[in-house]
């Protein structure tokens, strides 16, 4: 098959404006957080995209409030995590780390015990310093229950 130089450049520009610096699989996603808080609690990456990441996390006895109902902070856990996941792609692992100084929420609706609440983030900005984020969680049913935004800092190694 040949290629034209009009499909080179247009596979170079691709490549140029992808998001992903480390091209992640699922099975890497995952085994980065083993042993971690992002373990503990049962949150799995399920899916990636070029721009987006996936993260699924249980309704249960490690994430509930005592009314069986999701607990506010956690839905911060699940947000930070896939955040900071995410800017982790985004970087030189051998010359930068990326570290959370600050996050929101807005809890819009309750998760019931036995479920499973699902987490997208998508970038706001990806700079040389700083990467803003937003991650919006959803339960099985697509009903919005939370949007946070998280902002990294990305200092040297």
Known sequence: ????????????????????????????????????????????????????????????????QPFRLLHGGVSCVLAESLGSIASTLCIDL??????????????LRSASEGSFVIGTVRPIKVGRTMHIWSIDIHDENQRHICTSRLTIAVIDA
């Open 1 to 64: 098959m040949r290629l034209s130089v009009h499909h080179l450049l247009f596979i170079v520009l691709s490549f140029e404006n992808m998001l992903w610096k480390n091209q992640p699989t699922l099975e890497a996603l995952n085994m980065m957080s083993q042993n971690t808080a992002v373990s503990h609690l049962g949150i799995e990456i399920i899916e990636f995209g070029d721009d987006y990441i996936k993260g699924r996390m249980p309704v249960d006895a490690r994430t509930v």
């Open 94 to 107: 051998n010359k930068k780390r990326a570290v959370g100084v600050e996050i929101n929420a807005n809890h």
